[in-house]
């Protein structure tokens, strides 16, 4: 079935758009102008669209609901709306968030409240009140409450927030009127003020050079790749690897998923699972990093262990432990360094004795909708090459010698993990900041800046 419209439709063709059909002629060119200008001509009208359903895709449309007038409704795209990546793959990753600052995040603003005021006990928001408030939990709790928000926006705001499960194909800017026109997958398109990207990000999975030159050169080296996303869920893991093999696995990073991956490993051969299990870890830093409560901040909040992690590390991994650690016979520790030279003889010389891989080396943002601008002396809206402004939420625009422009592209702003706001500590440390609450923070600042300004 057709998925109702909301907003303000408009269904009629006007002579212009006509005209321009009939005298554009025919090829690809021309297809992009004839659409454009049909599409154009039956559009629905809403105050913004949010594309994400994540926590920082619900962050941002319980904000506009907060800050909008409401005298037009939000459209809310999301292929799945099971709250992100966490919902879907992280439900057993440990978080290395307290649980407190979850229900802050459910109570941030009145939609929020609302919501959690409405539905009926047990639900994911009494979970979490009944756990250690100081501490963290498994992220299935907190996917929980993205659930439940998510589900509470579309039960008790049906006439305000549209959710369109799909994805959003082309949002095209017109520069003479500042207004987006969105094309849904379902053929439907909108009008909006305010486009919202909140597109969430994957881990790298583009092997390392070295991995690729190992594998090129000597192609009978089986290395099989785990993916991050398996690593981090126990029950997927242990299923992965047979337990009756002498398997090896290569873990690549020192970052806070590289360590749960260590744990997790670990944890199959101490279990007695997996009991030949063994591990090769491929590190550039001698030391780990931990973030470190300060007199009312934290130092390295964002890129230091917390948690789970901060403390197994502690205890297995620093120097001063590692060889007295019953984790020293499953977990060998090669230090890289970070001169290329050094680093490729370690790999050659360790990795073709791995039967598995699995890089833990960071994240990058997942495919943006086709981005495109219709400049006011053209008919042919060209693509529209952006960069975030992590201190505001907003793009400028790349022009094609690689120049930023000076002025925001109108109308568009980004959030969530794949667009944070950037930090700068007391130390002076600069830091993206990611985390439920943080996104939260960060939308509370600007969202009333992208309300009252293009």
Request: glycine residues 8%; contains cysteine; charged residues 20%.
């Given at each position: 079935?057709?998925?109702?419209?909301?907003?303000?439709?408009?269904?009629?063709?006007?002579?212009?758009?006509?005209?321009?059909?009939?005298?554009?002629?025919s090829?690809?060119?021309?297809?992009?102008?004839?659409?454009?200008?049909?599409?154009?001509?039956?559009?629905?009208t809403?105050?913004?669209?949010?594309v994400?359903?994540?926590?920082?895709?619900?962050?941002?449309?319980?904000?506009?609901?907060?800050?909008?007038?409401?005298?037009?409704?939000?459209?809310?795209?999301?292929?799945?709306?099971?709250?992100?990546?966490?919902?879907?793959?992280?439900?057993e990753?440990?978080?290395?968030?307290?649980?407190?600052?979850f229900?802050?995040?459910?109570?941030?603003?009145?939609?929020?409240?609302?919501i959690?005021?409405?539905?009926?006990?047990?639900?994911?928001?009494?979970?979490?009140?009944?756990?250690?408030?100081?501490?963290?939990?498994?992220?299935?709790?907190?996917?929980?409450?993205?659930?439940?928000?998510?589900?509470?926006?579309?039960?008790?705001?049906?006439?305000?927030?549209?959710?369109?499960?799909?994805?959003?194909?082309?949002?095209?800017?017109?520069?003479?009127?500042?207004?987006?026109?969105?094309?849904?997958?379902?053929?439907?398109?909108?009008?909006?003020?305010?486009?919202?990207?909140?597109?969430?990000?994957s881990?790298?999975?583009?092997?390392?050079?070295?991995?690729?030159?190992?594998?090129?050169?000597?192609?009978?080296?089986?290395?099989t790749?785990?993916?991050?996303?398996?690593?981090?869920k126990?029950?997927?893991?242990?299923?992965?690897?047979?337990?009756?093999s002498?398997?090896?696995?290569?873990?690549?990073?020192?970052?806070?998923?590289?360590?749960?991956?260590?744990?997790?490993?670990?944890?199959?051969?101490?279990?007695?699972?997996?009991?030949?299990?063994?591990?090769?870890?491929?590190?550039?830093?001698?030391?780990?990093?931990?973030?470190?409560?300060?007199?009312?901040?934290?130092?390295?909040?964002?890129?230091?262990?917390?948690?789970?992690?901060?403390?197994?590390?502690?205890?297995?991994?620093?120097?001063?432990?590692?060889?007295?650690?019953?984790?020293s016979?499953?977990?060998?520790?090669?230090?890289t360094?970070?001169?290329?030279a050094?680093?490729?003889?370690?790999?050659?010389?360790?990795l073709?004795?791995?039967?598995?891989v699995?890089?833990?080396?960071?994240?990058?943002?997942?495919?943006?909708p086709?981005?495109?601008?219709?400049?006011?002396?053209?008919?042919?809206?060209?693509?529209?090459?952006?960069e975030?402004?992590?201190?505001?939420?907003?793009?400028?625009?790349?022009?094609?010698?690689?120049?930023?422009?000076?002025?925001f592209?109108?109308?568009?702003?980004?959030?969530?993990?794949?667009?944070?706001?950037?930090?700068?500590?007391?130390?002076?440390?600069?830091?993206?900041?990611?985390?439920?609450?943080?996104?939260?923070?960060?939308?509370?600042?600007?969202?009333?800046?992208?309300?009252?300004?293009?």
């Open positions: 079935m057709r998925p109702t419209s909301i907003g303000r439709v408009s269904t009629s063709r006007s002579p212009l758009a006509f005209r321009a059909v009939r005298i554009l002629g090829g690809s060119n021309s297809c992009e102008r004839r659409c454009w200008l049909f599409n154009a001509a039956q559009t629905t809403v105050e913004s669209i949010v994400g359903g994540g926590p920082g895709g619900i962050a941002a449309v319980g904000n506009l609901l907060d800050s909008l007038p409401g005298k037009l409704p939000q459209l809310w795209v999301d292929p799945h709306f099971a709250g992100g990546r966490v919902g879907a793959k992280y439900r990753v440990p978080s290395n968030t307290k649980v407190a600052l229900l802050q995040f459910a109570e941030a603003v009145a939609p929020f409240r609302q959690v005021e409405k539905t009926p006990a047990p639900n994911a928001a009494t979970v979490l009140q009944k756990l250690a408030q100081d501490k963290g939990c498994e992220l299935g709790h907190a996917a929980d409450l993205c659930l439940m928000l998510t589900e509470g926006i579309r039960e008790h705001y049906p006439t305000q927030v549209e959710q369109h499960r799909g994805e959003v194909e082309k949002a095209v800017l017109d520069e003479q009127t500042n207004t987006w026109t969105v094309s849904l997958d379902d053929g439907r398109v909108f009008n909006t003020d305010r486009l919202v990207l909140c597109t969430g990000s881990p790298i999975t583009s092997p390392l050079p070295i991995l690729q030159q190992l594998s090129d050169s000597t192609p009978s080296t089986a290395l790749p785990l993916h991050l996303d398996t690593a981090l126990p029950s997927l893991l242990s299923q992965t690897i047979d337990p009756s002498q398997a090896t696995v290569g873990v690549v990073g020192a970052s806070h998923s590289a360590i749960l991956v260590l744990m997790n490993l670990y944890k199959m051969v101490s279990s007695g699972s997996h009991p030949n299990l063994r591990v090769k870890w491929f590190t550039r830093h001698n030391s780990l990093r931990y973030a470190e409560q300060k007199d009312g901040w934290i130092l390295y909040d964002n890129t230091g262990l917390k948690g789970d992690a901060a403390q197994w590390a502690r205890d297995s991994l620093e120097q001063e432990v590692f060889d007295k650690s019953p984790v016979r499953v977990v060998t520790k090669f230090l360094g970070r001169e290329n050094a680093e490729e003889s370690i790999y050659k010389a360790e073709p004795s791995c039967t598995h699995v890089q833990a080396i960071g994240y990058k943002r997942n495919t943006l086709r981005l495109m601008v219709k400049e006011k002396s053209e008919f042919t809206p060209r693509h529209l090459t952006i975030h402004d992590a201190l505001s939420g907003r793009f400028r625009q790349i022009d094609h010698s690689g120049e930023k422009g000076k002025v592209v109108p109308n568009l702003f980004g959030a969530g993990i794949a667009f944070p706001e950037v930090v700068t500590d007391p130390a002076g440390n600069v830091e993206s900041a990611v985390g439920f609450w943080k996104f939260m923070r960060f939308l509370k600042r600007v969202v009333p800046e992208w309300v009252g300004k293009p």
